[in-house]
C-alpha cells in the first residue's frame, strides 16, 4: 500500500492558497498554476467531482504525480497529472516484482551466468532504446541517443540491469512454481506508462537468454532465424521514424528500422524461448487444481477491477498505473456504441476470448481428471465469468464455446461410434453453413465481392466517373476497368490487384476462386470491411509475400503505402493476416505444419486438442495475438502437452 499511495501523495503544494474544486469557472487557475499542486491536495477538494484523468507524460520529475493542467474537451473537465519516464520505470518495476514475490517458493533452482544475461538483455533493452526515438521523445523532453548530453539513458538502462538482478533472486526459488501463476498475466499486463516496454516481456527474454544457453537444439534454430532478421533487413526501403502504436504498447514497434527489427525479432523469439524455460522448469511442480483455481481468479478480478476502474476517475488512473495496462480501463459501465465493453483489457474481443478459455479450460480439467471436482468458491466464480464474456461481447467466441462444450459431452459420455461420427459430420458440416446462412444478409453472389468494394472505397482513387443514375465503377461492380489507368492501378495495393484479377478472370459460376472464397467467409463473420481495409493496404513485393517484413512491424504495412485511411490504428482483425504482414507465406505455413503435427501427435489427449482448437479457430477473425498476454496463452496452450496433467 505504500508502494501505491506514497509516490502520488508525497509531493506538497508549491502554491500559496488552498487548491480550488474544479469546475468550469476554476480551468483557468489550473492552467496557470500547474506544477503545483500534489494529487493528494487535488483529491481532498475534488474526490467526488466529475473529471476525467489524462497524464502528462513528458513532464520532468519534479512535478511528477502533481497536475500539470485542465481544460475543457467535448464538454468534459479533464485533469492533466504529471508522469516522467525515469519515475514510471522505478515505481511500476518495483510494484511488479513486489507481486512476483507473492508467488511462493518451491525448490531452488540457480541460475548460471546470470550477470551475463542480465547484461545482454539490458543491451538488447538499449538497441530497442534507440531504434524508437521517435517514441521516446514524445515521453521524454531529455530524451536522447547521445550519451554525452544527459544521463536519462544510462539511469533507465541501470534500472533495467537491477530490475532484472532483482527478479534473478526472487524467481530462482520460485520458477518451479512459476507456471502455476501464468492466468494472472492477462489481471496484470505490466505494460509501462511512459515506455514502449512491458516487464513480463523483458523477463521473459531474460529467461529465454538463459534457455537459450541451456540447450543446443534451439541454438541451431536460433542461428537459422538470425537469417531470416538479416533477410528482413535487408526489404527495408524507407525507414519510419515514428508509428502511433497506440493500445499496442509494449508489444509492437513503433518505428521501422534495421534496429527495430533486430530487437523486435529477437525479442520474439525470446519470449518464446523463456515460455519453454518457464514449463520446463515447472514439469514436476505443476498443480491441475491451482492453475485452473488461478484461471478462475484471474478472471474473476479482471471483472471485479474493471467495475472498480469503471467507477471514478482516480480509481480509473491509478488501476491502469499499477495493473500496467496498454491503454485506460473503460470510464463507464456502457458498451461501446452499444456493442462490447471492454473494461480494464485493451481489446473486448480478446478478453472475450479469455474468458471463454477459462469456461473451456476449467471444465476440460473436471471432465477428464476425475479427481479435480469443483469447489464452491470455483462454481460462485462461474457467474462472474459468463458476465464478463456476455459484456465482452464476443459472440463467436461464446458460439464456439459451447459447441465445444457439447463436443465434449458427446465424446465422453457416448460410445456409440456411429453415433459420434454423425454428430461430428453434423458439426463440421451443417453447422457451419447454418451459421453462414443466418448471419450473411448478402446474397452470395454480393458477398463474393464485397471484400474488393471495401478495399477499392479506401484506396486513392479520385474523380471517378458516374454513370446516369449516380453510381461509378465501384458502385456497380465493374473493378477491373478502374485497373486498366495506370493512374489508379498505381494507387491500388498488390493485393488488391490480385484479388481484383482473380476475381474477374475466374469461372464463379463453379469452384469458388480464392476472392470469393476469402470475402463470403469474411461477410457472415462482420469482417469484409476489415478485410478489405487489409487488401487495401497490403501492399507487399514478392519477396514481402513469401517472408513478411518482420515479427511485430505494422507500420511499414499501413504507412507504406498511401490510403484514404492513414490515421489511427486500424488493425486487420485477423493474427493470421498480422503475420502474413511479419513472416510471409513461408513462415506461415512453417508455423501451421508445425502446429499440425504437434495436434496429431497428440491427438487422444482432449484436453490438448479443444484448448487449441479454440485458440486456433479464433485467431482467423481475432488480432489476439498483438497483444503479449494473447501471444503468452498462445504458446502456453501449444505447449500444454508437456505438463502431466492426467499423473497428478
Known amino acids: 500500500m505504500i508502494v501505491i499511495i506514497l509516490p502520488f501523495f508525497v509531493n506538497s503544494s508549491n502554491g500559496d492558497k488552498d487548491i480550488e474544486i474544479l469546475n468550469n469557472q476554476s480551468i483557468s487557475t489550473y492552467q496557470s498554476n500547474t506544477c503545483n499542486y500534489s494529487l493528494f491536495e487535488f483529491l481532498k477538494k475534488n474526490l467526488n467531482e466529475d473529471y476525467l484523468i489524462q497524464l502528462d507524460r513528458s513532464s520532468f520529475i519534479n512535478c511528477f504525480s502533481k497536475i500539470n493542467g485542465a481544460d475543457l474537451l467535448d464538454n468534459n473537465l479533464v485533469v492533466y497529472i504529471g508522469t516522467n519516464i525515469n519515475i514510471d520505470l522505478i515505481i511500476q518495476s518495483m510494484f511488479w516484482i513486489l507481486i512476483i514475490s507473492f508467488i511462493p517458493k518451491y525448490n531452488l533452482l540457480k541460475f548460471s551466468k546470470k550477470y551475463l544475461v542480465s547484461l545482454l538483455t539490458t543491451l538488447l533493452i538499449y538497441i530497442h532504446l534507440i531504434s524508437e526515438v521517435g517514441f521516446y521523445v514524445l515521453s521524454s523532453k531529455l530524451f536522447t541517443v547521445e550519451l554525452n548530453e544527459n544521463y536519462l539513458m544510462f539511469s533507465l538502462l541501470l534500472t533495467i540491469f537491477i530490475s532484472l538482478n532483482l527478479f534473478s533472486n526472487l524467481i530462482e526459488s520460485r520458477i518451479s512454481n512459476l507456471i502455476n501463476y501464468f492466468p494472472y498475466i492477462f489481471l496484470f499486463v505490466m505494460s509501462y506508462n511512459s515506455l514502449n516496454l512491458n516487464l513480463i516481456m523483458i523477463f521473459c527474454i531474460y529467461l529465454g537468454i538463459h534457455f537459450l544457453f541451456e540447450n543446443k537444439i534451439y541454438q541451431k534454430f536460433f542461428i537459422l532465424f538470425l537469417g531470416i532478421i538479416f533477410i528482413w533487413i535487408g526489404f527495408i526501403d524507407n525507414e519510419i521514424y515514428y508509428f502511433d502504436i497506440d493500445k499496442l504498447k509494449g508489444f509492437s514497434s513503433s518505428s521501422y528500422n534495421y534496429l527495430s527489427i533486430i530487437y523486435w525479432s529477437l525479442n520474439w523469439v525470446l ?65 461501446v456504441a452499444g456493442n462490447a465493453w471492454r473494461g480494464i ?43 464478463g464474456l456476455y459484456r465482452s461481447n464476443n459472440f463467436s467466441a461464446f458460439l464456439l464455446l459451447i459447441i465445444l462444450l457439447i463436443t465434449t459431452l458427446v465424446l465422453n459420455y457416448f460410445d ?53 443514375f449516380g453510381e461509378s465503377a465501384i458502385e456497380e461492380n465493374r473493378f477491373l476497368e478502374l485497373l ?53 493496404k497490403y501492399n507487399p513485393t514478392f519477396s514481402n509475400l513469401l517472408f513478411g517484413t518482420g515479427v511485430n512491424h505494422l507500420s511499414n504495412y499501413y504507412l507504406g503505402h498511401t490510403t484514404k485511411l492513414n490515421t489511427g490504428l486500424v488493425l486487420p482483425h485477423s493474427s493470421i493476416l498480422s503475420y502474413l504482414i511479419f513472416i510471409g507465406v513461408i513462415g506461415l505455413l ?33 488480432d489476439s495475438l498483438l497483444y503479449l498476454n494473447s501471444f503468452l496463452l498462445f504458446i502456453f496452450t501449444l505447449n500444454l502437452f508437456k505438463l502431466s496433467f492426467y499423473e497428478k
Do not use: C
Not at 293 to 322: C, D, E, R, T
Not at 352 to 379: D, H
Not at 419 to 431: C, D
Open 271 to 335: 519470449i518464446i524461448f523463456g515460455v519453454l524455460k518457464i514449463i520446463n522448469s515447472g514439469l514436476k511442480n505443476i498443480n491441475i487444481n491451482k492453475m485452473r483455481s488461478n484461471f478462475l481468479m484471474s478472471g474473476f478480478f479482471i471483472v471485479i477491477f474493471s467495475l472498480i476502474a469503471a467507477s471514478s476517475s482516480i480509481a480509473n488512473f491509478l488501476v491502469y498505473y499499477f495493473l500496467g495496462l496498454n491503454k485506460f480501463p473503460s470510464n463507464t459501465f456502457e458498451s
Open 590 to 622: 512453417a508455423v501451421l505444419f508445425k502446429i499440425l503435427k504437434s495436434l496429431y501427435v497428440n491427438r487422444a489427449d482432449k484436453i490438448y486438442i479443444f484448448l487449441n482448437l479454440f485458440i486456433l479457430i479464433n485467431l482467423v477473425k481475432s
Open 416 to 468: 456409440s461410434k456411429k453415433f459420434i461420427a454423425l454428430f461430428l459430420v453434423i458439426l463440421t458440416i451443417l453447422i457451419p453453413f447454418t451459421a453462414i446462412y443466418i448471419n450473411n444478409s448478402n446474397p452470395f453472389e454480393e458477398s463474393s465481392r464485397k471484400l474488393i468494394r471495401e478495399g477499392l472505397e479506401i484506396s486513392n482513387i479520385d474523380n471517378l466517373d458516374k454513370n446516369e
Open 484 to 536: 486498366l489507368s495506370e493512374d489508379n492501378l498505381r494507387q491500388v495495393s498488390t493485393s488488391l490487384v490480385y484479388l481484383v484479377e482473380k476475381y474477374h478472370y475466374s469461372n464463379r459460376n463453379n469452384i469458388p476462386n480464392i476472392t470469393t472464397l476469402i470475402s463470403s467467409v469474411a461477410s457472415p463473420i462482420n469482417r469484409s470491411e476489415k478485410w478489405g481495409v487489409f487488401f487495401g
Open 345 to 387: 483489457s485493451s481489446s473486448a474481443e480478446s478478453i472475450g476470448e479469455f474468458y471463454a478459455y477459462i469456461i473451456l479450460f476449467a471444465v476440460l480439467i473436471r471432465l477428464y481428471i476425475s479427481n479435480q471436482k469443483f469447489k464452491k468458491m470455483e462454481i460462485a466464480i462461474f457467474p462472474v465469468i459468463f458476465y
